[in-house]
């Protein structure tokens, strides 16, 4: 079975990908722990009400579930976002294709 390489204008696609959904998340790891900590001083959340804390935690979800919903393979199209995590896999599992660009020392 033939396996490919992407080539380097793909590859620059997936790293930009791979540099937003990683620097967003860290953003939003950081937002909400703070948010988090000092919800009860901001006035944001009581011991019965999660009203406009909720909010403020979907807010700073929702964008996560859309960069992941968002990959999809450069050489074929396929949406692979689920499989990535925080960074994109090695391999594409439909076209088998390798998920870097081919090292010109290889």
């Known amino acids: 079975m033939a396996t ?3 080539t380097p204008e793909q590859d620059n696609k997936l790293r930009r990908w791979e540099r937003w959904n990683r620097n967003y998340f ?10 988090l900590v000092f919800s009860s001083q901001l006035g944001l959340s009581s011991g019965d009400d999660w009203g406009a804390l909720g909010l403020i935690l979907v807010a700073f979800v929702t964008p996560i579930i859309i960069l ?5 393979c450069p050489a074929c199209g396929r949406k692979i976002g689920w499989q990535a995590k925080l960074m994109a896999p090695d391999q594409c599992s439909h076209c088998n ?3 870097r660009a081919k090292s010109s020392s290889s």
Not at 26 to 35: G, N, P, Q, R, Y
Not at 68 to 72: D, I, N, P, S, Y
Request: proline residues 0%; without cysteine.
């Open 4 to 6: 490919g390489y992407l």
């Open 26 to 35: 860290l953003f939003a790891f950081v937002a909400l722990v703070i948010t």
């Open 68 to 72: 992941q919903l968002r990959l999809a």
């Open 97 to 99: 294709t390798f998920l």
